[in-house]
């Protein structure tokens, strides 16, 4: 039963995403793999999506992925299964409440756990960059070199890594310019 | 019900999640209704990162759940997720019909280049924080290549890595990073 389905791979997620914003990118990318639910030009343009309205990335994503896998219900049962995990912990662990954050087991566990993350996004960032930056495809059946290398998505991708570490605006300013430029420059 | 409203306007009103909220629940919970004072709400958030879940999503339930009990962190939740659903599915069902034309196709071209640019972003943001030391390092190293090279979950990785954190750095506690 996809509903089903559909609740538990979020609840996993739910689970299992700590921080905020990108950090259930990996799972999601994971989910793609797994299910093929939806392609992973659709996650890029869902992560788009995600960050440009309004509400928690991950909610956001969960509801996206799961109207497209299964209907509205869908979506409203993807959120939900990433949000059941959150209710569950903060019920248990809201009466150790400030206690939890400094027992030095607990630290040295999420000391391990946040490098670890990083490499997940980064890895998920990698195989989503090969698809919009890289030709890898194209490149797999000419054998082209020359072919691998999308130059126009480059530049792009350069000239908005330093916007957004130089001006620090919110992503939906750097997604509606690249949205223009993809449109003029014909990407 | 209050707290569902209140919660609603908040997911509303928060584009991109996370660290968005915080001046509006500072407002809403703090300035307005006086249920929490500015270090507790900074501590709830502090508590909503480290424990598993949407940032958004456990600071709401806490706050919920400290005003009203289990009832209150559910309305709350709830609340939260509500206008996600509303407008994502909204989005969702007229996202197909607009994917024919050949702008809307090339306007995306070029979002997921950005898309790729925001989440390097993140890494390095993240990295700073988080990449502290050697054990650190090798952890992101393993855990990028883990990933890319074979078809282990990611929950593996994270449940690796924290054990990996009780054994190695337990000790450096002095200096861990925070």
Not at chain 1, 16 to 21: Q, V
Not at chain 1, 58 to 81: D, P, Q, V
Not at chain 1, 116 to 129: C, D, R, S, T
Not at chain 2, 66 to 88: A, D, E, K, V, Y
């Amino acid at each position: 039963m996809i509903y089903i389905t559909l609740f538990l791979e979020f609840f996993k997620i739910g689970l299992f995403s700590i921080g905020g914003g990108l950090v259930s990118l990996p799972f999601l990318y994971d989910l793609v793999d797994k299910y093929g639910w939806i392609t992973s030009q659709d996650l890029l343009d869902m992560i788009a999506i995600a960050e440009s309205t309004p509400g928690p990335i991950g909610i956001n994503a969960a509801t996206f992925m799961g109207y497209k896998t299964a209907g509205i219900l869908g979506g409203a049962i993807a959120s939900l299964g990433m949000a059941a995990p959150s209710l569950i912990i903060i019920a248990i662990i809201v009466h150790y409440f400030m206690k939890f954050n400094e027992n030095p087991l607990v630290r040295a566990g999420f000391d391990g756990i946040r490098p670890a993350v990083v490499g997940l996004i980064a890895a998920a960032g990698f195989q989503v960059a090969k698809i919009s930056l890289f030709n890898f495809d194209l490149y797999k059946t000419t054998k082209d070199f020359s072919q691998l290398i999308d130059l126009k998505a480059l530049v792009l991708f350069a000239v908005m890594l330093y916007g957004i570490n130089r001006f620090k605006k919110h992503p939906i300013v750097y997604i509606a310019i690249a949205g223009f430029v993809g449109i003029i420059f014909k990407f | 019900m209050d707290l569902y409203w209140i919660f609603f306007r908040m997911g509303a009103f928060t584009f991109g999640g996370g660290y968005a909220m915080l001046p509006i629940m500072q407002e809403e919970i703090v300035n307005k209704r006086q249920w929490a004072t500015d270090t507790e709400i900074i501590d709830y958030y502090a508590l909503g990162q480290v424990v598993p879940g949407i940032i958004a999503i456990n600071t709401a339930t806490l706050i919920g759940h400290r005003r009203r009990g289990n009832w209150g962190g559910l309305f709350s939740t709830l609340g939260m997720i509500s206008p996600s659903i509303i407008i994502i599915t909204i989005i969702a069902a007229f996202f197909h019909r607009f994917q024919e034309y050949q702008v809307v196709q090339q306007a995306f071209g070029g979002i997921r280049v950005v898309v790729v640019a925001l989440i390097a972003h993140a890494v390095i943001k993240m990295w700073k924080q988080s990449v502290k030391n050697k054990v650190g390092f090798v952890l992101f190293l393993i855990s990028f290549l883990v990933i890319i090279l074979s078809n282990i979950s990611p929950i593996v990785v994270i449940i690796a890595s924290a054990l990996a954190g009780l054994v190695l750095l337990q000790n450096k506690e002095g200096v861990a990073p925070k």
